[in-house]
């Protein structure tokens, strides 16, 4: 199993990024993908997730309404677009796969919940 994060790179503020998370090494589609983030001297945090079954998302409050999360199926890839973005969004992100879960209800899960990690990619929003 593989996960490649990739479309980091560095955004004046106000700016959009797209983030995808390619999947490969498995067929089910049991799984969701959660997409976190960490600044520096920060600890990670979740923001965003889709469930590649039945597509099923949630986002943290500091980015409702700016990043929005998408699933291409047929690709086995995870999207994150983000939009109006604020330096405060400067972080590595991650993607991480949750394994055997059908739906994203209220939570994207913790660090703990991941089986599989992406290598980071790296986003700077200047002010």
């Known amino acids: 199993v593989q996960l490649q994060a990739s479309g980091g790179g560095l955004v004046q503020a106000g700016g959009s990024l797209r983030l995808s998370c390619a999947a490969s090494?498995?067929?089910?589609?049991?799984?969701?993908i959660s997409w976190f983030r960490q600044a520096p001297g920060k600890e990670r945090e979740a923001v965003s997730c889709?469930?590649?079954?039945?597509?099923?998302?949630h986002y943290v409050d500091s980015v409702k309404g700016r990043f929005t999360v998408s699933r291409d199926i047929a690709k086995n890839t995870a999207y994150l677009q983000m939009s109006s973005l604020k330096p405060e969004d400067t972080a590595v992100y991650y993607c991480?796969?949750?394994?055997?879960?059908?739906?994203?209800?209220?939570?994207?899960?913790?660090?703990?919940?991941?089986?599989?990690w992406g290598k980071g990619t790296l986003v700077t929003v200047s002010s």
């Open positions: 991480a796969r949750v394994p055997s879960v059908g739906s994203v209800i209220g939570t994207c899960g913790g660090q703990a919940d991941m089986d599989y």
């Open positions: 090494g498995f067929t089910s589609l049991y799984y969701v």
């Open positions: 889709i469930s590649f079954s039945d597509g099923s998302t």
